[in-house]
T-cell receptor, first 119, second 111 residues
Framework: GAVVSQHPSWVICKSGTSVKIECRSL??????MFWYRQFPKQSLMLMAT?????????EQGVEKDKFLINHASLTLSTLTVTSAHPEDSSFYIC???????????????FGPGTRLLVL | KQEVTQIPAALSVPEGENLVLNCSFT??????LQWFRQDPGKGLTSLLL?????REQTSGRLNASLDKSSGRSTLYIAASQPGDSATYLC??????????FGKGTRLHILP
């Protein structure tokens, strides 16, 4: 089946540093990937849509200069949290939609998530 | 703007009981609806996906229904077990390909 991996699975960093999170589709190509954020006891909120070879589309209220997204290949998207602060501590989950097939037919496959703690 | 609501927010039931989780959404123009399970500190496990043209899907002890016109879905769990304890998330996929999640129902099955 379709598998999406994330690396790292958890990270602890000091305030002010930058953290890069990788999202990979292991056995399929994904033109489009999505990044979500989940605060404790809250639901997942879509942050941005990542498109291979073009700029990401950010949801309202998400700072594009703080959350840098790069989708350089059909199997890899990266999210970089720049100058991280404690309020950025959260659970970050990505999903990937297979390129093949009609858009509405394909589901999105979710990664296992990355837990970020900023001290 | 699509909004997804899940009721109840939390539920505790004795082992062996059947139970129903509810999900409602405000915009019926969806591609599909999906139910996920999330264990504490973990990622998402997809349980059932219902396309907009379908009315229900079944997998083992789970049955999910979809009434798109009224903006409602239910997840039925039969013969609940302690291992079913988790948070259950309902998510709808809009026509713009975005997935909107509800806040979830935290389920606790009492042994």
């Amino acid at each position: 089946g379709a598998v999406v991996s994330q690396h790292p699975s958890w990270v602890i960093c000091k305030s002010g540093t930058s953290v890069k999170i990788e999202c990979r589709s292991l056995d399929f190509q994904a033109t489009t990937m999505f990044w979500y954020r989940q605060f404790p006891k809250q639901s997942l909120m879509l942050m941005a849509t990542s498109n291979e070879g073009s700029k990401a589309t950010y949801e309202q209220g998400v700072e594009k200069d703080k959350f840098l997204i790069n989708h350089a290949s059909l199997t890899l998207s990266t999210l970089t949290v720049t100058s991280a602060h404690p309020e950025d501590s959260s659970f970050y989950i990505c999903s990937a939609r297979p390129t093949s097939g009609g858009a509405y037919q394909e589901t999105q496959y979710f990664g296992p998530g990355t837990r970020l703690l900023v001290l | 703007k699509q909004e997804v609501t899940q009721i109840p927010a939390a539920l505790s039931v004795p082992e062996g009981e059947n139970l129903v989780l509810n999900c409602s959404f405000t915009d019926s123009a969806i591609y599909n609806l999906q139910w996920f399970r999330q264990d504490p500190g973990k990622g998402l496990t997809s349980l059932l996906l219902i396309q907009s043209s379908q009315r229900e899907q079944t997998s083992g002890r789970l049955n999910a229904s979809l009434d798109k016109s009224s903006g409602r879905s239910t997840l039925y769990i039969a013969a609940s077990q302690p291992g079913d304890s988790a948070t259950y998330l309902c998510a709808v996929r809009n026509r713009d390909d975005k997935i909107i999640f509800g806040k979830g129902t935290r389920l606790h099955i009492l042994p």
